[in-house]
């Protein structure tokens, strides 16, 4: 997949006119169409005027290749947080709601129960060892104080995921600090779950999260890794299209 073209396709394409002369000349050509000017992004040549103008050291740096990619693979995963956080605003909302009828609902729910132990028997599901029925129990037993605490761990949580969400989603070398703590710090609580009981959902969960800390301090060079933050910004501006025919135009006078 070309991602510059798919960006591009979004967007529109980025095309600068720098004061520099004869860099200028590499990035502008004489069509039949006119002059056209070529794309900071995909490297398309674009005819009409320059979107932007001006010094080259001013020129935006427009990813391309692997990092634009990246842009992608950080765009999807503020995507998967910022559902991840709609879902546990969800929960916290069910149980304030469960925390102001309960008493409505535990009498519905002892009421409804023996109903139930006929089909139960049917399809040999024995309900005084289910686990769920033994939960549901245990929840009826909290006190409100106690589903007040728990209603705000869920919303500060459901906070957190928003936050990452944000910053993954502007691209803040911030967010991706933020998404690699934030991340970490949650991920032996999801590993003791799996010891308490193994799902595909708790698995994937689990392999989501190890794989997005691992990428994300790799390749950002997070906390010094691979030259930190200088290399990492370094990288962005050699594999700019100015800084590529700069280099070109240093080789040809040089």
């Not at 089909?119 to 309900?127: M, N, R, S, T």
Request: with cysteine; net charge positive; aromatic share 10%.
């Amino acid at each position: 997949m070309d991602w510059a073209l798919r960006a591009c396709g979004w967007h529109g394409h980025y095309t600068y006119a720098p004061d520099e002369q004869g860099l200028a000349d590499r990035l502008r050509v004489e069509t039949v169409a006119g002059v056209a000017w070529r794309c900071l992004r995909c490297g398309t040549f674009v005819p009409g005027n320059p979107v932007g103008s001006g010094p080259a050291d001013h020129a935006p740096e427009m990813p391309r290749g692997r990092l634009l990619r990246d842009r992608w693979l950080m765009r999807v995963l503020a995507i998967e947080r910022l559902l991840r956080g709609l879902l546990l605003v969800v929960a916290g909302v069910a149980v304030l709601k469960f925390r102001s009828s309960r008493e409505t609902m535990r009498a519905a729910f002892d009421q409804d129960l023996p109903l139930l132990r006929p089909f139960a028997d049917q399809i040999g599901w024995d309900i005084d060892r289910s686990k769920i029925v033994h939960l549901i129990g245990e929840a009826f037993s909290l006190s409100n104080t106690v589903l007040l605490w728990v209603a705000i761990g869920i919303f500060g949580y459901a906070g957190l995921q928003r936050i990452e969400a944000l910053g993954l989603w502007l691209i803040k070398r911030w967010g991706e600090y933020f998404a690699v703590v934030a991340t970490s710090v949650f991920l032996p609580l999801e590993i003791y779950e799996l010891t308490e009981k193994v799902t595909v959902l708790r698995i994937g969960a689990l392999a989501v999260n190890i794989a997005a800390v691992i990428w994300l301090v790799y390749s950002k060079r997070l906390f010094g890794l691979r030259g930190g933050a200088t290399a990492y910004h370094a990288e962005h501006h050699a594999e700019s299209l100015l800084s590529v025919e700069r280099a070109a135009l240093a080789t040809e006078f040089g």
